[in-house]
Every structure is written in structure tokens, then in C-alpha cells.
């Protein structure tokens, strides 16, 4: 079954404590990215990677770290969590939509089941 | 710098009514519109895709248009059930952008 695989789907922890939350995606994808959801702030992505080893700054990347080691696996990083980073945590992939002109956009995007993480 | 908005941000029918929900966005140089729903603490599912070039796509009871030259995308459900109910987001692909802009999403209550 093609899919995107989140884990852990729920963590509490506490503030300063290092986490990683895995994400992985059977479909061959180019494209990776992590989005958070937050009540009256909607989803805003975090960081993004195009390929193996290519990752960039999403609009709020501040506390966050990824890498892009294999294809299928794109894990984020929390070194120092904060409660601010309380929130709803998703993973997202496709492929990249090619033109004449080369890359031009992103095609469907498929969601992972969310983690939903506490800092105390 | 792309704005994507939805109204009602609520919206409570009788089951059996069909339905139109609204999504709009300031910027027409999209590459393609997706139409996700989200159940209360879960994931997104995927559940239309409009490329630029077209005009509407269907799946089953749901059929969702663009008009690029407007600034809008509409998804239609028609005869509604209660296991409808959920947040229904539209998002912006954007052209040469490496993500979507997603809006605030509209709630949804179908009351048996």
C-alpha cells in the first residue's frame, strides 16, 4: 500500500530533551516536506527537500532540523524543544511535476497520520 | 505572496442537502489545487486534484472546480451524509514553488 508512515503519533516530553520524529514513503517520491498545524494558524510548512542530500527552509525552520540521507526517509529533528513547538506535527510527498521547461511544480501531495507532540 | 482563503469557516446542513464549499486565492499563477479532508486529530486525505489547465475534476459524490482567472476553486458534495462531517482544506500548489499554501479549512456538520 502506498503511504507515508509517521512515528512516533504521539510524544510528551520535556523541554530541552532532544526527539526525532521518523517519516517514511514507499512511493519513490522526490519531494519531502514537515508542515505543523496550529488552532487559528493553519499548516505552515517547516522544511523541505527536493532530493537525496537537497533540503531548504520552509517559512518558520527556527528550532527544527532535517536531513535527507536515503529517499524514503526524511526525519526532523528537535534538538533543544521548547513548549512553543507544542503542536501537530505532518510529513508530506510527491513527485515533482515536470513541463517543457523542467521542474515547474509539485504533484499531489500525500499526508502522513500526524504526530502530535507536547513539550512541557 | 499567496493568500488562500475559506468561507464559511463553518457550515452545519441537514443530511441528503448538497453542498458547495468556497476556496479562494490571490495569486492565479498556480501550478494545481488540492482539495484535502481532515477528520478531528487525524491526518489529511487527498481527496481532488486540479491541475492549471483544467477546469473541474469528480470522484464519486465530490466534484471540485478552478477558475484561475478568478481566483477561485468550489467542491461540491452532493447528498450529503453524516460520516461527511470534517474539515475540508483546499491548498495552492504554487507555480516554481516547492510548496502548498493552505487555507484555514471549513468545518463541516451533517446532521442526520
Known amino acids: 500500500e502506498a503511504q507515508v508512515t509517521q512515528n512516533p503519533r504521539y510524544l510528551i516530553t520535556v523541554t530541552g530533551k532532544k526527539l526525532t520524529v521518523t517519516c517514511s514513503q514507499n512511493m519513490n517520491h522526490e519531494y519531502m516536506s514537515w508542515y505543523r498545524q496550529d488552532p487559528g494558524l493553519g499548516l505552515r510548512q517547516i522544511y523541505y527537500?527536493?532530493?537525496?542530500?537537497?533540503?531548504d527552509k520552509g517559512d518558520v525552520p527556527e528550532g527544527y532540523k532535517v536531513s535527507r540521507k536515503e529517499k524514503r526517509n526524511f526525519p526532523l529533528i528537535l534538538e533543544s524543544p521548547s513548549p512553543n513547538q507544542t503542536s501537530l506535527y505532518f510529513c508530506?510527498?510527491?513527485?515533482?511535476?515536470?513541463?517543457?521547461?523542467?521542474?515547474?511544480?509539485?504533484?499531489?501531495?500525500?499526508f502522513g497520520p500526524g504526530t502530535r507532540l507536547t513539550v512541557l | 505572496k499567496q493568500e488562500v482563503t475559506q468561507i464559511p469557516a463553518a457550515l452545519s446542513v441537514p443530511e441528503g442537502e448538497n453542498l458547495v464549499l468556497n476556496c479562494s486565492f490571490t495569486d492565479s499563477a498556480i501550478y494545481n489545487l488540492q482539495w484535502f479532508r481532515q477528520d478531528p486529530g487525524k491526518g489529511l486525505t487527498s481527496l481532488l486534484l486540479i491541475q492549471s489547465s483544467q477546469r473541474e475534476q469528480t470522484s464519486g459524490r465530490l466534484n471540485a472546480s478552478l477558475d484561475k482567472s478568478s481566483g477561485r476553486s468550489t467542491l461540491y458534495i452532493a447528498a450529503s451524509q453524516p460520516g461527511d462531517s470534517a474539515t475540508y482544506l483546499c491548498a495552492a500548489g504554487l507555480q516554481g514553488a516547492q510548496k502548498l499554501v493552505f487555507g484555514q479549512g471549513t468545518r463541516l456538520t451533517i446532521n442526520p
Open positions: 508530506a510527498s510527491s513527485l515533482m511535476g515536470n513541463g517543457r521547461a523542467g521542474w515547474e511544480g509539485m504533484d499531489e501531495q500525500f
Open positions: 527537500s527536493m532530493n537525496v542530500e537537497v533540503t
